[in-house]
């Protein structure tokens, strides 16, 4: 049995492969005498993969597993892995030497010390770095979604796909459901990891072929964060969920708000008017994301359902917005308020009636 699996999953990397198995060979065994095998967990690449890691296991301990019978997905790859992996000691790493393969044994040593059950490779916690040549959208992008997992774990590099553990840690794995590329995430918040060891790594970016990260992966991501959200937090995600669709909605509202009244519409007609694309990206969002999980019901019958439902909030909301506008002076000055206290009243009326009626059939 070799004291250390690396797993590396992997899609169209055929041609990083023999790099990768090199650096590990030289750096792994070769330096540090650690006994290693490397298992590629591909899914199903169209390249040349099947027949490099053939020939590099004639000279290397490397191993394929081609997972079948799934959807091509990084963090079910890493969790294939894990069921296949013999050793003591388990580092996941990606295949485009996007990370230092001479940052594996300190990673493991941290791991010996007991420091910490999940030892993870961090761009972002002194010492650390991320590539250079990122572009500030990249950086953006890398920063809000580690922000939007903050609440889920303390952890400042969250997002990684480099990280270490002992396989006798890990956990139950029928109970992990993660999707897209967050399995550490998904480890650290369903997984039970609370000792979380960060060490600085610099984070190269690929040389050679693409990354994978497309802008479909990072609606993966949202559909995970909703799981890890819902899992942490239950029914009180459920409900800020809620709030922030509303707060999309509010966005619609305000702009065909002003807008209608631009074109010439009264105010309060603009008011009326306006309720109704807002409440109905209210609604196809709930249907989709808040209460994405519950049972669909028919799109008309819902539709009509939600229209009886928000009809009543409709009037509320717009009879509390024209009796606030008409009858104090206040509200009259300040319209903007009495379009906020209408919303409000109106917000917390649909809350009850989309959870308990509109949305009601939960899932078996
Ligand atoms: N088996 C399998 N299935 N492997 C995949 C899949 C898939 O669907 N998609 C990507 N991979 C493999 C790639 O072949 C590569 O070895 C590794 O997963 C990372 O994919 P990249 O496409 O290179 O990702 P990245 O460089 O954009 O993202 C990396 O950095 C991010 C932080 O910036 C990853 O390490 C992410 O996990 C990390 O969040
Ligand atoms: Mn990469």
Redesign the pocket.
């Known amino acids: 049995m070799p004291a250390l699996s690396i797993i ?6 055929a041609e990083n492969l023999p790099r990768l198995c090199e650096q590990v060979h030289r750096i792994i065994l070769g330096d540090h005498g650690i006994d290693y095998e490397l298992l590629v ?3 199903q690449s169209p390249d040349e993969t099947v027949d490099v890691v053939e020939v590099l296991s004639k000279a290397y301990p490397v191993r394929l597993i081609q997972p079948a019978g799934r959807e ?3 963090s079910r ?1 890493v969790i294939d892995g894990f069921r296949e992996a013999a050793g003591d000691n388990i580092v996941v790493m ?3 030497l ?1 990370h230092p393969v001479d940052k594996i044994p300190e990673l493991l040593e941290v791991l010996q010390t007991g420091e910490g059950r999940l030892v993870l490779g961090s761009r972002y916690v002194a010492g650390g770095s991320f590539d250079r040549a990122w572009s500030f959208w990249r950086y953006l992008n ?1 920063a809000s979604a580690t922000w939007l997992a903050a609440p889920l774990t303390s952890s400042r590099d969250p ?4 990280f270490a553990l002992r396989r006798r840690d890990l956990p139950d794995l029928t109970a992990l459901r993660p999707i897209g ?2 399995i550490a995430l998904e480890l650290m918040v369903r997984g039970g990891f609370q000792e979380i060891v960060e060490v600085p790594i610099g ?1 190269r970016d ?1 040389t050679i072929g693409e ?3 497309t802008l479909g992966q990072q609606f993966k991501y949202l559909r995970h964060l909703r799981r890890l959200y819902l899992y942490r937090y239950g029914g009180f995600a459920e409900f800020i969920h809620y709030g922030a669709v509303g707060a999309s909605g509010f966005v619609v509202d305000i702009a065909f708000y002003y807008v209608l009244q631009f074109v010439g519409l009264d105010h309060r007609v603009a008011r009326g008017v306006a309720f109704w694309p807002a409440v109905s990206w209210n609604w196809a969002l709930n249907r989709l994301t808040t209460f994405g999980d519950r049972r669909r019901r028919p799109r008309t019958r819902q539709w009509i359902e939600f229209m009886l439902t928000s009809g009543i909030g409709f009037v509320l909301n717009w009879g509390v917005y024209v009796t606030l506008t008409s009858t104090i002076g206040f509200f009259d000055e300040f319209r903007i308020l009495a379009l906020v206290t209408g919303i409000v009243v109106a917000s917390l009326f649909n809350f009850m009636a989309a959870s308990l009626f509109v949305y009601s059939d939960r899932r078996a």
Not at 8 to 13: A, F, G, S
Not at 159 to 162: E, N, P, Q, R
């Open positions: 590396v999953p992997t899609y169209r990397e967990v591909d899914d091509r997905d990084l790859s990606d295949a485009d996007s890398s997002m990684t796909g480099f590329y967050k984070f690929r990354s994978k990260m």
